[in-house]
């Protein structure tokens, strides 16, 4: 399939929307715990069970981003969105067969493996197109996107579960969310296909820079360079660190004020968890945005060195200040998401927009990596500290020292960060002429 | 070659269809922010 040219007079501003259309149905994934309860209670599972689906997703969205990546910038954004709306759709509608069958395999198979190959392609497939359609802006556009990402959690929480409550929480309820849920995205994420269309012309912009203008890398020899594993490292530590506050937060904000005037309700702790969802997204647009106007390398500094600051805060003094806890959780919130959000753009900086698609993809076994390390070491400390007798804001210093020192380690590997050697640089088209004729001559000679 | 063929044209008037996207993205959007704005109120009145 060749990649959709857009004709004369095609807006760039409908890339977006059709990106979003993409990011806010696969986003769901991360709504996938309004399902638990029902699945458990209708087929009988344990909540180690009841997560497989949602584990398996996310696997298959890391090694098919890293896999597809080279597929999807050969065959253009709008095969790769086609397959994620027939992978993600299909992954529900053999997830209702299973529910309405009770077959568990079923949906594992359906949500995890099939849908989870839709989440990695769909992940990736805008990235390289909105990066070529916006040469002047390519963090406020990779922002877009990905805060899309971050959304689709806020719309499927409370549309699935008003779903089950509708539908009912046994098997055959639960199938029928599925199916809904299964054609609905099917029709949301049809526009994306229909509207995405690469740039006709190497300046889509006036007075912005060409797309091809700059040093250009294959996805084959970016990861032989340095560059690419300081940007891996980057990227996993300041994922791991924003995990660190996502998968405690409810408990961590109780266990905090437990025995301060200023107790923390479990309802009031729920609000918390949504107001951090909030900086999460706010930050993927926002500060993937700023770093058009401060540079990449710049804005990284400000997630890890400002991120590794506000966690110091929250160890030091979390615990004698409601709104400044919560202050500081909100901001590394913020430079979790923007991390995200920002890394294509500096993929694009490094690499330029040759593979940058498949590039990013390849990049991100870094958040599979860190969406294991997080929750363990959260996880396993809080565990060990409570065991130990410890109990309040102590459960969690070492962790909190921890988180910051993963993110000194990712400061460092930014600072590493320098522009590609020439010698990875796929030759300019006139150079590569010139090369050929070169070789042809001297064969002729 | 016919005229019409040879005659320079102007491209359509996307304007509807970038409205029309963005409605497409943007209402579902606002309901999930509008739950979440809901919930995090919680944080303060709960």
Known sequence: ?445 | MSQNDSSPQSPPDRRPLIAFAWVWVGVPLAYGVYELVQKATQLFTG
């Open chain 1, 1 to 445: 399939m060749s990649p959709p040219v857009a004709p004369a007079g095609w807006s760039r501003w409908l890339v977006p929307p059709a990106a979003l259309s993409v990011h806010l149905s696969i986003g769901q994934a991360y709504a996938w715990s309004v399902f638990k309860p029902p699945l458990e209670s209708a087929l009988g599972l344990s909540g180690t069970q009841s997560a497989l689906p949602f584990q398996l997703g996310i696997v298959m969205l890391g090694l098919s981003a890293a896999f597809g990546g080279t597929l999807v910038e050969r065959n253009g954004p709008r095969w790769a969105m086609t397959v994620a709306l027939i992978c993600f759709s299909s992954g529900f509608l053999l997830s209702a067969l299973g529910a309405v069958t009770e077959q568990y395999w079923l949906i594992v198979l359906g949500y995890g493996f099939v849908g989870g190959i839709g989440l990695g392609i769909g992940y990736i497939s805008p990235v390289s197109t909105l990066i070529k359609w916006f040469p002047d802006r390519p963090g406020m556009a990779t922002g877009i996107a990905i805060m899309g990402f971050g959304g689709g959690a806020l719309i499927a929480s409370p549309w699935s579960a008003q779903m089950l409550e509708s539908f009912g929480s046994d098997s055959s309820g639960i199938a029928l969310a599925f199916l809904v849920h299964g054609l609905s995205y099917a029709v949301f994420m049809t526009l994306g296909v229909l509207l995405v269309r690469v740039p006709r012309t190497e300046k889509p912009v006036e007075g912005a820079p060409s797309i091809t203008s700059g040093p250009q890398v294959s996805a084959r020899s970016a990861v032989r360079t340095p560059q690419f594993w300081c940007l891996w490292v980057v990227l996993c530590m300041n994922v791991t660190a924003g995990i660190g506050i996502l998968e405690k937060a409810a408990p961590m904000i109780t266990d905090f004020f437990k025995d301060s005037s200023t107790t923390v309700s479990a309802s009031a702790a729920a609000g918390f968890v949504a107001l951090l969802s909030a900086a999460n997204m706010a930050g993927r647009i926002g500060w993937s945005s700023t770093s058009d106007l401060i540079g990449r390398k710049n804005i990284y500094r400000l997630y890890l060195g400002a991120g590794a600051l506000m966690y110091l805060l929250i160890a030091l003094v979390g615990d004698s200040s409601k709104p400044l806890f919560v202050l500081c959780a909100l901001v590394i919130l913020s430079f979790y998401g923007g991390g995200f959000a920002t890394i294509p753009a500096y993929l694009k900086d490094l690499f330029g927009t040759y593979q940058v698609g498949a590039i990013h993809g390849r990049l991100l076994t870094a958040w599979s990596t860190a969406g294991v390390l997080g929750p363990l070491i959260v996880n396993w400390i809080a565990d060990r500290q409570e065991e130990a007798g410890k109990s309040g804001s102590s459960l969690y210093t070492l962790s909190l020292f921890i988180m910051i020192g993963l993110l000194a380690i990712g400061f460092v590997a930014n600072e590493f960060v320098r522009p590609v050697h020439s010698r990875h640089h796929i030759p300019a088209p006139r150079e590569a002429a010139d090369v050929a004729e070169r070789q042809q001559s001297a064969e002729s000679a």
